[in-house]
């Protein structure tokens, strides 16, 4: 008896053999997924992985290529539109973006890890998505959840188990699953609740594993200033200042109008190097953005350390006068009362400073 053909192999059969109906991509390397992955912290379905690393996505149509070439030019996305699309790769980290900037489903509360991943549009004007969960901390195998916006089945729900028993029913189904018809299965919501998806989301990272993917990220996004920004503060906090600093300039250099940048450089050359040097940058963290207390706070310690204490004051009192409980703003005050010799103006910011602690 001749074996069984996995699911991946008689798929692969029938592009291999040309069947008209069959539109699937050329093979990715399996690299890109897994940069893509630590980029952002997640963790496909290995199922998924192995389908994405065959075919990267792509369609069994309804009809014969040559049924759709009259209507091309008019309608050059109609294949597409009237199948269950399987993203590219692409496809797949635009859309992504995408739905982890809106939050999608998981509300504007949502922080930590965007965990939802859309892998194949429904056909029809609706355009509904398929998505699995990230498997990152969940010992277990995503289902297929389906997000229909127009029905009267619950908004969200579970197609199949996993990818794999997904494309068995796609295949066996020549490409247009009934997934309307599926009842009994559980919601995406009920999923989110019983697997601890937002708390395993919002797990913190260490700062090798912000290195790590910040460095994927860059692969990706190579122009990335905020990624730059991002690992450079993680080096800085890893006890590698040089490369830090070699983060810092490199953001800069991509975008020197953010004044978050400047006050990071400022921050490690303040630690590290010239109070003096840093103070430039301080500087312009601050003229850029001159109702950021954190900035004003920064340039306090650079007018400090330079021994320039009534401009630290006066930086002090700034921030104080909008935000009289700014604790930054109140060590810093405390510290300069002291070296101008203010003692019982120091004690009254050491008094309120333990007000606001206890």
């Known amino acids: 008896m001749a074996d069984t053909l996995t699911n991946f192999e008689l798929l692969e059969k029938r592009v291999w053999q040309g069947t008209p109906k069959y539109n699937f991509n050329s093979r990715i390397d399996i690299e890109k997924l897994e940069t893509f992955e630590t980029a952002y912290g ?86 509904n998505i398929l998505f699995m969960f990230s498997e990152k901390g969940l010992n277990a195998e995503s289902p297929v959840f389906a997000m229909f916006e127009n029905s009267n089945i619950s908004s969200c729900v579970q197609v199949a188990t996993g990818f794999d028993a997904f494309l068995e029913w796609y295949v066996n189904s020549e490409g247009f ?20 998806i937002v708390d395993i989301a919002g797990q913190k990272e260490t700062h090798l594993q912000i290195i790590e993917r910040s460095t994927a990220m860059l692969k990706l996004v190579p122009d990335d200033s905020w990624s730059y920004c991002t ?39 303040l630690q590290y190097g010239s109070a003096r040097k840093a103070l430039i940058d301080l500087d312009i963290a601050v003229k850029l953005d001159p109702d950021n207390n954190m900035f004003l706070a920064g340039r306090v310690d650079a007018f400090f350390k ?22 930054l703003a109140l060590y810093a005050r405390e510290r300069v009362y002291k070296a101008m010799g203010e003692d019982e103006l120091a004690q009254a910011d050491s008094d309120l400073i333990d007000e606001l602690n206890r």
């Not at 982890?100 to 056909?123: A, E, H």
Request: proline share 6%; charged share 25%.
């Open 42 to 127: 997640i963790s496909l379905s290995t199922a998924y992985k192995q389908f994405m690393e065959r075919f990267n996505g792509g369609m069994i149509l309804a009809h014969p290529q040559s049924f759709y070439i009259d209507m091309l030019e008019d309608e050059p996305d109609g294949p597409t539109w009237s199948s269950y699309y399987f993203f590219d790769y692409d496809e797949v980290v635009e859309k992504y973006r995408d739905l982890r900037l809106d939050k999608w489903l998981l509300g504007d509360d949502f922080k930590g890890v965007y965990p939802i991943i859309p892998i194949c549009r429904t056909p029809g004007p609706e355009h």
């Open 177 to 196: 699953p009934p997934i309307g018809q599926v009842t009994g299965t559980i919601s995406c919501h009920t999923f989110v609740d019983e697997k601890s």
């Open 231 to 269: 690992r450079g503060n993680a080096h800085l906090y890893n006890g590698e200042p040089n490369l830090a600093l070699n983060d810092f300039n490199k953001a800069i250099e991509l975008d020197d109008s953010e004044s978050f940048f400047y006050h990071c450089r400022g921050d490690v050359v």
């Open 306 to 327: 330079l021994g320039w204490l009534e401009k630290a004051l006066a930086d002090c009192n700034r921030i104080l006068e909008k935000d009289g409980k700014y604790r």
